[in-house]
């Protein structure tokens, strides 16, 4: 049985790509991970060219909202939310795209397609 987790993570530079595209990964270790620890493992294992952010972990009683994005449709912070073996990763539609997962808090109106 495959045990391996299918995150499949929106992609889009707007200064070079005319649409959004998704690239598919399979991540072995995600039970008992959040969503931004497998971001990390894929960033780091596998494709160096995702992009997304992170502050302060989720770590203290403050979280600085860095991580927010759409996970299998609702808004999250990553790095408090559990992945789960079927993730589709969006930027939050809220804000302007500035690449992938990274968008602009200070401009609304983005299109996460
Ligand atoms: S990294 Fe700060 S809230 Fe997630």
Known sequence: MNDKASVKIFAFDPSKD???????YEVEEWKGH???????QIYENQDAEIAFRSGCDGVGPARCGACVMEVNGSPVL??????????????????????????????????NG
């Open 18 to 24: 005319k649409e959004p595209k998704y690239r598919t």
């Open 78 to 111: 990553a790095c408090e939310t559990p992945a789960t073996k079927e993730m589709v990763i969006k930027p939050h539609r809220k804000f302007t795209i500035i690449k992938d997962l990274v968008v602009d808090f200070e401009r609304k109106g983005g299109s």
């Open 34 to 40: 959040t969503v931004l620890q497998v971001l990390r």
